[in-house]
């Protein structure tokens, strides 16, 4: 009987095509009548009636018509062959599994067409024509009508029987959903097990069709891997059931099991991945509403088996890219892109857990060695992606994955990720062995791509990440003169690398602890021989296509000895001034200075070495081989120092006069040449050009203390340090004059300006008409050394005032004076510029009383006094701008405006001096201010962008930085007070806004997306008001490249954001943006008359 069901069957196959099947479909999903096309029945005894209507009317057309006797035929063969309930009480599963029935018939007969068709040969003759086409191929309303059914097959067969945590419930999802979850009858016959483990084994046998396939899992993976996760993996009770109680025999269960995991091999393993973070119970992805958080939380074991299969797709080959686009692409970006995709680059939440997914070793490995050998070169694969597309977002994934993984396993690191990184460059360094198959001449060690990709990596994970971890550092010093060579060479032409080498050492340089710096440039400089370099077999030559590559250098003959050679000192040469090249980008942070000074020590201690040795050497009881030796140690000797006179050379023509950034330097210059002295005058080798910078150099320390620079008790503790080597030069010195000026600056040093005497200021006047002829500043600093007489006397009253206080002083910068004595001064009692010293200081000392009305007075009366540009004032505006920032601290609100007032009026008056000492100050952490102080000082700097007006553009740089950053700051008040200020620069910047344009945008619209606090949300939405409002009609040409993102950001706040501040804040963007577009596009008429004359 079965035989002949299967006979039966088989033929009808072969004669049954697919529009029957399709129109049953069609005829059993119709709405029942309606002419509304839609399938979203709202009333819940309608959609039952609807149900009955459509199955009798299918069994009526089986029954009563002739052209569906085939189909008739091939359904009940299949329900024949089919184990599993198909008639229920409950009409919704009775229409499931109908729809599963016919879905079976419709696979059944494709495969049939599939494997019956055979095509001609095509014609060559006309090789332009189309093949032709499957008979199985579907059309597009064909194709409508399966998802229609699957649809249906989904919600009315997997979802309701889904527990709670299990998917997303159908409640959530639409309203329609919502009627099925209650009309579905789960206490009638079969059980809802049963149920679900029919529909899902039926979809994954439809599915095995090609095309079919494509349509179940494009839509519904996610449902039916919920459906087969809870029927495999979900426990049971502890009791073991009896037979009468079993729904699911333990071999069903383990067949959904190995299905679950045949369809996630099968499938898109980015969907794979994203699927299983949403049945994780991870954070929603971009686009989701208050519906899904009806969600019920994941059940434990459900979390635990998506960890597990998520680890299983990660251990898989290229399982580290399917779960960077499994997270990626779910917020726009990825093979298809979309609107949000430049958004998606700047998200940087989202790169960041990323990194710590991929950084977190999953239980399942074996070991964490193992998983890192695993995905170690995956992660390196994703800086080379060529995509448009995704091209930013790997590589921000790849650089962030990548520090992630050195700051928490820096020895595996160590081991799996930093050697392939640089293999390029270990291969061609002197410590490198190169086998003997590659030391013909002219081969290729190191080809042009391997090359160009080491540096962009490097350049990558070291300047775009931006994060100096030690393991990063120390493995790059070993290459880091390989680098340099490579630089070197690449300044003989053109060629891309340049910029990517020399970004590449200043960011290495900046970062290295001062002495391992200085140790690198020696290196650079080829004092250090020990320093590993370039393979003397290895040499840099020019690509085919504009790149570099390494290759074994060609063998030289005798004759071409002297060609060698002088390639040798030009190259030597070249390296030099190469290397001041590179030290002229380092003056801001010092390191230029303090290299400086290394070769000058350098020189004194190669000339005292080369004296002992050439007197202490009796050439008559050694031998040959000895003096062969020494005379080459002595030659090495003298090759260093030439290098060592060269770089002075090169440093003092390359460098500016700012060389020395700070008072620790110049005194260390200045120790360096009276350390040189002393020697030249121990060893009677004192010429004249060594006078005359031993002058200038004391001539230097006496311009420092007649006042031309600002000193502090901490500078006069670095001066210290030329007490001993001034002493000295006092005693050996043969000229008097050097010697009483020595004696002169020892007295003033030790007495920290209290006293000077007049050869000092004779000193300081000669240096000061040396590198100013004209005697211009002549004035100026006749200016600071009545100044510094001033301060000399004020302090020693203040010292007086202090012993004759009764009382014991506060912990304050200012010494106590009793209140009797204080009378702060206000602008009724002076005319301008009538202040005193007295005056001012008696001001000063009113800043720190305890009183709030006379301390915020003081503050009032200094304010004024910059205002009105009091000289007296302005030249105490470091202490001015202490006061200031102190009271910034104090609780009553009088004071702290107070202060706010006056630190903006100093900006006003010295803005290059005291805005980044504010800027240091807002974007430092809550360790060094609080909360508050930041907030102060953000208003101060706000108060500031007002002031500065159209001058504010040339700080534009460190104030959108400073607001960039602070715009992630972890107290919210702190990012919502950058965003305030950032809206108000970029009112005032108009043009000057497009260089950063992008990087504003980009942070604007990931906070307003992605932020947790209301208020910094708003604070976002508000600048791009302010921006808007400030730009114009200018706004389509500054924002012309990210003028379409803005809008979409603003509409995504209108229809997602709770927040009703925030709404309105958008609303009034798009109003301001709407009144934009319309000047731009309907520009007013202008009734005026053009007059040309012509030629």
């Given amino acids: 009987m079965a035989a002949a069901v299967e006979t039966v069957g088989r033929g009808a196959v072969e004669t049954c095509g697919l529009n029957e099947i399709l129109e049953a479909l069609k005829l059993l999903l119709s709405p029942g009548g309606s002419d509304s096309s839609s399938l979203q029945i709202t009333k819940h005894d309608v959609?039952?009636?609807?149900?009955?209507?459509?199955?009798?009317?299918?069994?009526?057309?089986?029954?009563?018509?002739?052209?569906?006797?085939?189909?008739?035929?091939?359904?009940?063969a299949v329900a024949s062959k089919a184990e599993w309930p198909q008639a229920s009480e409950d009409i919704t599963w009775s229409f499931t599994a109908q729809t599963l029935l016919l879905l079976l018939c419709l696979k059944e007969t494709m495969v049939c067409l599939a494997a019956d068709f055979n095509p001609g040969k095509p014609n060559p003759r006309t090789a332009e024509a189309a093949p032709a086409l499957s008979p199985d191929t579907l059309s597009i309303s064909q194709q409508k009508i399966v998802q229609s059914a699957l649809q249906f097959v989904v919600t009315l067969g997997v979802c309701p029987y889904l527990i709670p945590g299990v998917g997303?419930?159908?409640?959530c999802r639409t309203e329609f959903g919502a009627v099925v979850q209650d009309v579905v009858c789960p206490d009638a016959s079969p059980h809802t097990a049963r149920r679900l483990y029919t529909s899902c084994r039926v979809?994954?046998?439809?599915?095995?069709h090609a095309s079919l396939g494509g349509l179940i899992f494009g839509c519904h993976f996610g449902d039916i891997a919920a459906g087969l996760c809870q029927l495999g993996f979900c426990p049971t009770k502890r009791k073991p059931p009896t037979p009468e109680e079993e729904v699911l025999t333990e071999e069903e269960r383990a067949l959904s099991r190995r299905a679950l995991r045949d369809m996630l091999d099968q499938v898109y393993q980015p969907l794979a991945v994203r699927e299983l973070l949403v049945l994780q119970g991870g954070p929603p992805q971009s686009g989701t509403d208050l519906k899904t958080q009806l969600r019920c939380c994941a059940p434990a074991w459900l979390r635990r088996l998506c960890g597990q299969l998520l680890s299983e797709r990660l251990m898989r080959p290229n399982g580290v890219q399917a779960v960077v686009r499994g997270i990626l692409e779910g917020a726009g970006a990825g093979a298809a892109g979309g609107s949000d995709a430049e958004v998606t680059a700047a998200d940087w939440k989202k790169c960041d857990l990323i990194a710590k997914i991929l950084a977190s070793c999953p239980q399942q490995s074996l070991s964490p060695d193992s998983y890192y050998k695993h995905i170690c070169p995956q992660i390196l694969d994703l800086f080379h992606f060529q995509d448009k597309l995704t091209e930013r977002q790997f590589q921000r994934v790849a650089t962030t994955t990548f520090l992630t993984l050195s700051r928490e396993q820096p020895e595996l690191a160590a081991k799996y990720l930093l050697p392939p990184l640089l293999a390029a460059l270990h291969r061609c360094t002197d410590s490198a062995e190169i086998p003997e198959s590659d030391m013909v001449p002219g081969t290729i060690l190191v080809t042009e791509e391997e090359l160009s990709r080491c540096i962009e990596d490097v350049f990558k994970v070291c300047v775009v990440g931006n994060e100096p971890l030690p393991v990063l550092l120390d493995s790059l010093?070993?290459?880091?003169?390989?680098?340099?060579?490579?630089?070197c060479f690449t300044r003989q032409g053109v060629s891309h690398l340049r910029s990517l080498c020399q970004d590449i050492l200043l960011w290495i340089l900046g970062k290295l602890e001062r002495t391992e710096a200085i140790a690198s440039l020696k290196g650079f400089a080829g004092l250090d021989k020990a320093a590993p370099s370039l393979h003397p077999q290895c040499q840099f030559r020019a690509a085919t296509r504009g790149g570099i590559m390494i290759t074994t250098k060609e063998a030289t003959n005798d004759e071409d000895e002297d060609e060698a050679l002088y390639q040798k000192v030009s190259s030597e040469q070249s390296q030099v001034e190469h290397l001041g090249d590179l030290l002229s980008h380092c003056q801001e942070c010092g390191l230029a200075g303090d290299f400086f000074i290394f070769c000058l020590k350098e020189l004194t201690h190669l000339a005292v070495e080369n004296e002992v040795e050439v007197k202490a050497e009796s050439f008559s009881s050694i031998s040959l081989l000895e003096l062969e030796q020494k005379h080459t140690l002595l030659v090495e000797s003298q090759e260093q120092k030439l290098v060592v006179l060269q770089l002075l050379a090169v440093l003092c023509e390359r460098m500016s006069e700012q060389i020395f950034t700070n008072i620790t330097q110049v005194v260390d210059f200045v120790a360096a040449t009276l350390q040189r002295s002393c020697v030249n005058l121990a060893h009677e080798a004192e010429s004249t050009v060594e006078s005359q910078t031993l002058s200038m150099a004391m001539g230097l320390v006496a311009v420092m203390l007649g006042g031309a620079v600002q000193l502090k008790s901490s500078d006069f503790a670095v001066l210290k340090q030329?007490?001993?080597?001034?002493?000295?030069?006092s005693n050996t010195y043969p000229d008097p004059v050097i010697q009483e000026l020595a004696t002169d600056l020892r007295i003033t040093i030790s007495t920290h300006g209290a006293f000077a005497t007049e050869s000092v200021s004779v000193a300081a006047q000669s240096t000061l008409k040396r590198k100013d002829p004209e005697g211009k500043i002549e004035e100026q600093q006749k200016t600071s050394h009545d100044r510094h007489t001033g301060v000399s006397q004020s302090h020693l009253e203040q010292q007086q005032n202090h012993e004759k206080s009764p009382q014991i002083g506060q912990e304050c910068n200012a010494p106590f004076i009793p209140k009797e004595n204080i009378k702060p001064i206000t602008t009724t009692d002076r005319k301008s510029g009538s202040i005193t010293t007295e005056q001012l200081q008696e001001v000063l000392l009113s800043a720190y009383d305890p009183q709030i009305p006379t301390r915020a007075a003081a503050l009032r009366t200094l304010s004024q006094w910059i205002e009105q540009r009091e000289a007296k004032a302005l030249e105490r505006q470091e202490k001015l701008l202490q006061i200031f920032l102190e009271n910034l601290e104090h609780e009553d609100t009088f004071v702290y405006l107070s202060a706010i007032q006056g630190v903006a009026l100093l900006s006003d008056v010295y803005p290059e001096k005291i805005l980044v000492d504010l800027l240091a100050q807002y974007d430092s952490g809550k360790d060094r201010h609080t909360p508050e102080t930041r907030m102060k000082v953000g208003e101060v700097l706000m108060r500031i962008v007002r002031a500065l007006g159209d001058m504010v553009s040339k700080y534009r740089e460190p104030l959108i930085h400073t607001f960039l950053r602070g715009a992630r700051d972890p107290d919210s008040t702190h990012r919502a007070s950058s965003l305030a200020n950032l809206g108000e620069l970029c009112q005032r910047l108009d043009f000057l806004l497009g260089p950063v344009v992008h990087e504003v945008t980009a942070c604007l619209i990931a906070v307003a997306k992605t932020d947790g606090d209301v208020q910094v949300r708003r604070a976002a939405i508000h600048v791009i008001v302010l921006l808007l409002r400030g730009l114009s009609q200018k706004a389509t040409e500054v924002l012309r490249d990210v003028l379409k993102d803005l809008y979409h950001l603003l509409k995504h706040v209108v229809r997602s954001e709770p927040d009703d501040v925030a709404k309105l804040h958008a609303q009034l963007a798009l109003e301001e943006l709407d009144e934009i577009m319309r000047n731009f596009l309907f520009p007013p008429q202008k009734l005026e008359k053009k007059i040309v004359v012509l030629p």
């Fill in 47 to 76: 959609l039952l009636a609807t149900f009955r209507s459509n199955l009798s009317a299918l069994e009526n057309k089986f029954l009563k018509g002739t052209q569906w006797t085939k189909l008739k035929l091939l359904r009940d």
């Fill in 168 to 171: 997303v419930p159908l409640r």
């Fill in 203 to 208: 979809l994954l046998d439809v599915a095995q």
């Fill in 477 to 487: 010093l070993p290459v880091l003169r390989v680098l340099f060579s490579l630089y």
């Fill in 722 to 729: 030329l007490l001993p080597l001034l002493e000295k030069v």
